[in-house]
């Protein structure tokens, strides 16, 4: 399968490259394990965000913290490699929109959808299961939920699937309802 990546823009390739190439080695799912152990490495390791981030951080420096690190993991040799590559090429900063855009590439793939969900605090396993369950009775399609925590919506959550967005944070109702007063 060819993935489009007209919209995606560089993490977009780079996710294309690594999609095709895990599909090529019949190793689409181990690399989605890998990237969700990097994904919660980035959300749960200030050093690890750093190091992705950081332009004091050398080409070389960080190819060999992401080599033991990959290690430490116990990550794919794809994906160790696809690691090296984004720290050879500067790119590491990238690496979570490229792990978002693999997650979209592959649920695409697999004939379901990613939903986007920004809450306020971290969403419970039975609340995921229960926001899968409702954006599937809305939209006819399996949906996996990628939660990002920001405290400053104060409440609800800001979902989107695609292009479609549905903002119900606390947020947005009480700039909603200052625009209201303002205006009377």
Do not use: C
Not at 96 to 119: C, F, H, N, P
């Amino acid at each position: 399968m060819r993935v489009s990546v007209a919209a995606a823009g560089l993490p977009g390739r780079y996710a294309a490259a690594l999609f095709d190439l895990a599909q090529t080695g019949k190793a689409l799912d181990a690399t989605a394990k890998d990237l969700a152990t990097l994904k919660a490495a980035l959300a749960e390791s200030a050093d690890f965000r750093t190091l992705t981030t950081s332009p004091g951080v050398s080409r070389e420096q960080a190819g060999k913290a992401v080599a033991a690190l990959a290690a430490s993991f116990g990550l794919s040799d794809l994906t160790t490699r696809f690691l090296g590559v984004l720290a050879e090429n500067g790119r590491l900063a990238l690496l979570g929109d490229v792990i978002r855009q693999y997650e979209v590439m592959l649920s695409a793939w697999k004939g379901s959808t990613t939903a986007q969900v920004t809450a306020a605090h971290k969403l419970t396993a039975a609340q995921k299961k229960a926001l899968e369950t409702k954006l599937k009775a809305r939209t006819g399609r399996t949906i996996a939920v990628d939660v990002t925590v920001d405290p400053a919506i104060l409440g609800g959550l800001i979902v989107r699937i695609g292009s479609e967005q549905i903002d119900s944070s606390i947020k947005t109702r009480l700039e909603r309802l200052g625009q209201q007063m303002k205006g009377q």
